[in-house]
């Protein structure tokens, strides 16, 4: 089938999509998005976070069928050309970035968090983080990132 949908504000159309295909794939493999993350596939981990017509979903566990018609922003679309969004900025800035596999997904998390709420306290971030898994830098620094970006630290 052919899906027909709005990437980081661009029409965007994928042919030949199989039935059972994630959003995930057609994104990666067949858009050339490889910035969100296939490491589990089962919706457990939250490397591949996007939004979805404005609200963060695991794109391994969407339909691609289910967004024709729809807007999908991907941690692509959050950078303007060359200038990173102050969410990606401050992961560099506060060291949160070590093999990166999980970091996407956790930026769509944190950039919708701090969208809702732009000074979060520290239970917020963890609650709205909970569900992205980082194999590598023990939270710390990932919190040290959005805590960054909330007092204005990042670019
Ligand atoms: S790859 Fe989608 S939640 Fe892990
Ligand atoms: S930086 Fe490696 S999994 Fe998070």
Known sequence: MRVNVTVNGEGRQA?????????LYVLRERLGLPGSKNACEQGECGSCTVYLDGVPVCSCLVAAGQVEGREVRTVE????GDRLDPVQQSFVDAGA???GFCTPG???AAHDLLGRIPEPSDAEIRE????????CTGYEKILD?????????AA
């Open 77 to 80: 679309g959050l950078a303007e």
């Open 145 to 153: 990132a959005v805590r960054l970006v909330a007092k204005g630290g």
């Open 128 to 135: 709205a983080l909970a569900g992205n898994l980082c194999r």
């Open 106 to 108: 956790l930026i769509v």
């Open 15 to 23: 042919d030949d999509v199989w039935e059972g295909e994630s959003l």
């Open 97 to 99: 970035v070590q093999c």
